[in-house]
């Protein structure tokens, strides 16, 4: 069983479309993350949200447009990509305090092919 | 900056097998958090094992068990009896205590159980 939902799980989109990536958790964890993950490859980090406050962006393109409406959700708002954007984007949380383990508690995924 | 080093790409062992995977990693950081996650084909990655840099003592979780060698950076996952569902991708992470937010991780490692 997944603690962090994520949805859609599958996404097939055209480079002018509009769509976006949801994800929920409700461990209580105050830390969420965005990562881009290629076939074969380790997840790549574009976002992270502390207190629903954006305090990592990894450098990625405005047509990744994260939103974090509170504390169990996390958005990702996707706008004009390309087909090398197609990939598997997770979602992760954690606990953000000093004191906590720096596990990372992952959604199954969207999955997502630009066309 | 931190690198994670996983020198085996692929590997495979045989059903109720033992198997090592290396990890190397670099950091001038003398506190910090190191990571054995989990990937199944199509499936969440899950957090196998951790260990805290501060703790001399290796860290294990029933068949998992990691040989933690600080001062040679080094940080291999052993698992014993190895079993049909043990087949992933397996990633070793690092994370700095005061920086919760941010995982490096390696390229990983796939590893094949055979019957």
């Known amino acids: 069983d997944t603690e962090v939902t994520q949805t859609p799980k599958h996404l097939v989109m055209g480079m002018t479309n509009k769509k976006s990536l949801k994800c929920e958790q409700h461990?209580?964890?105050?830390?969420m993350y965005w990562y881009k993950q290629k076939a074969k490859k380790p997840p790549e980090l574009m976002f992270v949200y502390s207190y629903e406050k954006l305090s990592i962006n990894e450098s990625v393109p405005s047509r990744f447009s994260p939103e974090c409406p509170n504390s169990s959700l996390l958005n990702l708002h996707l706008h004009a990509l390309q087909p090398e954007d197609s990939a598997l984007y997770l979602c992760?949380?954690?606990?953000?305090?000093?004191?906590?383990?720096?596990?990372?508690?992952f959604g199954e995924g969207s999955r997502l092919t630009v066309l | 900056a931190q690198t994670v080093t996983q020198s085996q790409p692929e590997m495979s062992v045989q059903e109720a097998e033992t198997v090592t995977l290396s990890c190397t990693y670099d950091?001038?950081?003398?506190?910090?958090?190191l990571f054995w996650y989990k990937q199944p084909p199509s499936r969440q990655m899950i957090l196998v094992i951790r260990q805290e840099a501060y703790k001399q003592q290796n860290a294990t979780e029933n068949r998992f068990s990691v040989n933690f060698q600080k001062a040679a950076k080094s940080f291999s996952l052993k698992i014993s009896d190895s079993q049909l569902g043990d087949t992933a991708m397996y990633f070793c992470a690092f994370m700095r205590n005061t920086n919760a937010g941010k995982s490096t991780f390696g390229d990983g490692t796939t590893l094949t159980v055979k019957p």
């Open positions: 950091t001038s950081e003398s506190n910090y958090y």
């Open positions: 461990m209580g964890h105050r830390a």
């Open positions: 992760a949380s954690s606990g953000a305090s000093l004191t906590n383990t720096g596990e990372l508690f």
